[in-house]
Each structure stands twice: as C-alpha cells, then as structure tokens.
C-alpha cells in the first residue's frame, strides 16, 4: 500500500469545505485499512503541477506498471502487480474456504434459528468465492498468448 495513491477528483466543482469533508469521510470509511497500510491520499486538481505532485510524489517508488506493459511487452497478468494480485486472490478464495468449512461444521452443533444464520453467512461466502474465482480465472494467461511472449524481443 505504500505504493497505492489514491487521487480525488473534482475539486473545481465542489466548495472547499464539502470537498475537505467527503474526502475525510472516505478516509475514515472507504478508504481506512488501505490508508492504515500506507496507502496515500491525494487532490489532483486539473493542472500538470497537480498530476506531478500526485504520482511524484511517491518516496520514490517506480513506475513498474507502465514499464512491464509498454517497455516489456508483457500481457497484466505476467506484470508484478498482475501476479501480486493473483497471489493475493488465491490467499482470500483461500482463507473464504477455510471460514466456509468452519461455519459448515459449527452450523451441524447449533440450533434451528443460529443454523439458518450461518447457512445465510455460508450463502455470502459461498458468492464471495465464486466471485473471487471468476476473478482469478480473468488473470490466467491464454496458452496461445504465453507461446506469443516467448518470442517477444
């Protein structure tokens, strides 16, 4: 996250006061575990100094994205942020199992009332696996595409 800048938008349109008060808003609702982690919030404000100061300011961190798509040729998926973010797919469809098989387990020892809650939990978890599934399936790299960027210079 320390990477992660988030930029906000609009400040032309909006006052001052109730821009300043729904960017914090966010902070401290949307935007609080990537914050915590060090993720940064920025105002990008319709210049190019604004566009500089957002990803310039960045403790010096690369631009490794845009260099691995334009320079390297490679496909998002082969890129560190497609992988990285492959990894961390697999780490939650992982761990949305593991807490799945453990609220299956306990819903056999509770009664009809708590059963039914935890079905309707396991329902939720259940959709949050096959969406992060389906998530996982977009970052897998065609064989044909693979074969294509062995023979790339």
């Not at 006061?17 to 914090?24: H, K, L, W």
């Not at 966010?26 to 060090?38: F, H, P």
């Not at 696996?129 to 064989?143: Q, R, S, Y």
Request: glycine share 4%.
């Amino acid at each position: 996250m320390p990477n992660v800048v988030i930029a906000t938008t609009m400040w032309g349109k909006v006052k001052q006061e109730n821009g300043v008060r729904r960017e914090q808003e966010r902070k401290e609702e949307y935007w609080k575990d990537m914050v915590a982690n060090g993720c940064r919030v920025e105002r990008f404000k319709d210049t190019h100094e604004s566009a500089w100061h957002v990803i310039g300011n960045n403790g010096g961190a690369k631009i490794q994205l845009s260099h691995e798509l334009v320079e390297r040729r490679l496909w998002l998926q082969q890129t560190t942020a497609g992988i990285t973010l492959n990894n961390e797919l697999q780490k939650l469809a992982k761990a949305q199992r593991e807490h799945a098989r453990k609220l299956r387990a306990q819903a056999k020892n509770e009664n009809a009332l708590v059963v039914e809650q935890l079905n309707q939990q396991l329902a939720e978890f259940d959709h949050k696996i096959a969406k992060t599934a389906d998530e996982l399936e977009k970052l897998k790299i065609p064989l044909a595409a693979q074969m294509l960027s062995l023979f790339k210079y």
